[in-house]
C-alpha cells in the first residue's frame, strides 16, 4: 500500500525523529540562503510534550516548506519562531501558520505573542514590517568555549535542585529578578528535560538558574538574583555550579542568551567563558 502523500498544513502534538530531521533539513536550506542561524531552540523540540500541539508543518507534494514552533513559557506569552523555503516564499504560507497559531495561543488564554527574527534575516525582517509588530527587545545566543571556573566558593552559599514545595519561591525570585509579576512564572516539576536550581545563603534564598536539556545540549535560562545579592560574586558562583551541573550530566555543549543592553550580564558571561554567535530581534504582536 503507497503511504499517502502529505499536503498543506499539519499540526503535531509532539515530535518524532523523522520530524526533527525534516525541521533541521528546512532549518539548512533556509540558514544558508541567507547565512543565517534561526533560532528553533533545539533542546527544547528534541523534548516536545504530545499533550498539547506546538509545532505547525507545511507540506507541498510530501515535501516540507513551512514550519512554526511554538514556545510557551507563561500563561500570558509565547515566543514564535520559523521559516519557509526560499523557493515557496511569498505565497502566504507564513501568514497561514501564524494565523494557526495564534489561534492555538488564544485557545490557551495566551495574549501576546513575540516574533523572533535573527538579525540578519531579511525575509524575517519585512514579515514583522508588514505586520505591523512592534520592537520589543534584542539578545544574543551565546555558547560556552571552556568554563573559567572561579578558584574557591562561598562555603555558606548552598546550591541544589529545587523542590516542588519551592514553586513559589522560585516565582518570586523570578518576578523580583526580572521585574514581573508573581502570576506569570510556572514551574513545572513533572519535565524531565528541565531542572531547577536555588540558591542560599546562610538558609537565605538569594537566586534561582533553570536548566534545559537534552541528549546534545544545555540551555541556560531564567537566571534570577535577588537586587540585594547582586555585584557581589553569587550570580558568577551560581553559573559556574550551574554548568558543573551540566557537566555532570555528560553533556559539554552549553548555551544561553542574554539581552544586549544587559552589560552586566554579558561582562559575567565573558568572564566564565561564553561568547556571542547570533543576535535575535524580539517583535511583540498582540492576539
Not at 522560585?170 to 513533572?190: Q, R
Not at 524531565?192 to 536539556?213: P, Q, T
Not at 544545555?218 to 560574586?233: S, T
Amino acid at each position: 500500500m503507497i503511504e499517502e502523500q502529505r499536503q498543506g498544513l499539519i499540526k503535531r502534538q509532539g515530535l518524532t525523529a523523522a520530524d526533527l530531521v525534516e525541521i533541521e533539513h528546512l532549518a539548512h536550506i533556509c540558514n544558508t540562503c541567507e547565512g543565517l542561524d534561526i533560532k528553533l531552540n533545539w533542546s527544547i523540540l528534541r523534548s516536545r510534550s504530545s499533550d498539547e500541539i506546538n509545532d505547525l508543518f507545511y507540506y507541498q507534494q510530501g515535501r516540507l516548506v513551512g514550519y512554526l514552533a511554538i514556545y510557551v513559557f507563561n500563561s500570558h506569552e509565547a515566543e514564535i519562531s520559523g521559516m519557509v523555503h526560499p523557493d515557496y516564499r511569498r505565497q502566504g504560507i507564513f501568514s497561514m501558520l501564524l494565523r494557526q497559531a495564534s489561534e492555538e495561543c488564544r485557545w490557551r488564554g495566551v495574549k501576546k505573542l513575540f516574533l523572533i527574527v535573527e538579525q540578519n534575516a531579511r525575509s524575517g525582517l519585512a514579515f514583522v514590517t508588514a505586520l505591523s509588530a512592534h520592537y520589543h527587545h534584542s539578545e544574543y545566543r551565546m555558547v560556552l568555549s571552556e568554563l573559567r571556573a572561579s578558584t574557591s566558593f562561598a562555603p555558606d552559599l548552598e546550591f541544589r535542585p529545587a523542590r516542588p514545595d519551592e514553586r513559589a519561591i522560585l516565582a518570586h525570585i523570578t518576578a523580583t529578578a526580572f521585574e514581573i509579576d508573581e502570576e506569570v512564572a510556572s514551574y513545572d516539576f513533572g519535565d524531565s528535560s528541565r531542572r531547577s536550581y536555588v540558591a542560599l545563603l546562610n538558609d537565605v534564598y538569594i537566586g534561582k538558574i533553570e536548566v534545559w536539556f537534552d541528549e546534545q545540549e544545555a540551555f541556560i535560562y531564567g537566571f534570577g538574583v535577588l537586587p540585594e545579592y547582586q555585584h557581589k560574586g553569587y550570580g558568577r558562583q551560581m553559573l559556574v555550579r550551574a554548568v558543573q551541573e551540566v557537566y555532570a550530566m555528560g553533556l559539554r555543549d552549553v548555551a544561553l542568551e542574554v539581552e544586549v543592553k544587559n552589560e552586566s550580564a554579558l561582562a559575567l558571561y565573558h568572564s566564565c567563558g561564553f561568547h556571542e554567535i547570533s543576535r535575535y530581534d524580539y517583535y511583540s504582536y498582540m492576539i
